[in-house]
């Protein structure tokens, strides 16, 4: 894998963080789950909105170590964040799952520090956040202000509790153990997948998404086969309606042409393929299959007699 795994697009947004403008040999860049919507270790978890505000506060927001605030402790920095959906995956109790997903930089002459993401031992990542509600899962209150307690039972449910409406985003850490077990660095860019969702996911997921150069050439080349296939299968389609067309004139006489031509217009291929098959066998009980000189009983000789008026 390329180290300057820069995305089309992602060296601008870098350089907005930056004194002097950097070239994609000046950085490394990798993909980081800050956090998501399922029930953590600490039994918390994100609200859907909460992400979606998130994704604004984290963008620039630096990455240090064991959230230690100490500014020789600084690592990374964001410099894109988004909050996403993930196409089949759901949460711990069953609701689909969504992600804060950034991208995020060193330079790259921080080769010791790259070296222990590559090799998987900088991994886990932790958040540090204020929000301004922690909602109760069983009473649907402030925590704080009601009679249940995180982590018991009530009823067979689980207490636990989502935090909404954050204030403020002030860091992010690589940590040993993370609250959330999603969190952390994932594998990098791919061209034919943004990381675990492709290109036609994301494109029908109902999110906003943003493509890369790369992937709009390759979204052009979809559009352009498949409108040629279309094309393609709009001509043989017609070709089906026609040869109905005429077997009707046969086999339905009394069918006039604007209800033949409701009855085709939503039929598939397939359906069309059908009902030319059913027309042809009721054609063939209505147009004669011996020629028109042929003697009723006799049947087909080598010399041809079947043909003669005799």
């Given amino acids: ?151 018991k039972y009530y009823e067979d449910q689980l207490c636990f509790v989502t935090l909404d409406k954050p204030t403020d985003a002030y860091e992010w850490s690589f940590v040993a153990v993370p609250a959330q077990k999603n969190a952390g660095v994932i594998k990098n860019f791919d061209l034919k997948g943004n990381d675990e969702m492709n290109v036609e996911k994301r494109l029908f997921s109902g999110e906003e998404q943003t493509f890369s150069a790369e992937e709009v050439r390759e979204l052009a080349e979809t559009f352009r086969s498949l409108k040629q296939k279309a094309a393609d299968g709009e001509v043989y389609r017609n070709s089906l309606v026609r040869e109905i067309k005429t077997l009707s004139a046969f086999a339905l006489p009394d069918m006039s042409a604007d209800t033949l031509d409701c009855m085709t217009k939503n039929l598939s291929v397939v359906q069309l393929n059908e009902l030319i098959k059913s027309l042809e066998t009721k054609t063939a009980d209505v147009l004669p299959t011996e020629p028109q000189l042929a003697k009723n009983g006799n049947s087909r000789t080598s010399n041809n007699t079947i043909y003669k008026n005799i």
């Fill in 1 to 151: 894998m390329n180290k300057n795994d820069i995305r089309e697009g992602e060296l601008a947004l870098i350089n907005r963080h930056t004194r002097t403008p950097l070239t994609e040999n000046d950085v490394y860049a990798f993909s980081v789950i800050l956090c998501d919507n399922d029930i953590d270790r600490d039994l918390e978890r994100f609200s859907d909105n909460a992400l979606d505000e998130l994704a604004k506060l984290f963008d620039g927001v630096t990455g240090i170590t064991d959230h230690n605030p100490k500014s020789d402790n600084q690592t990374a920095r964001i410099f894109s964040c988004k909050s996403e959906f993930v196409p089949d995956k759901f949460t711990s109790d069953g609701k689909p799952y969504k992600r804060l997903f950034a991208r995020a930089y060193v330079p790259s002459s921080q080769a010791d520090f790259i070296r222990s993401i590559e090799s998987g031992i900088k991994k886990e990542v932790s958040i540090g956040c204020s929000v301004k509600r922690r909602i109760c899962s069983i009473c649907g209150r402030d925590i704080s202000l009601c009679p249940h307690t995180k982590g």
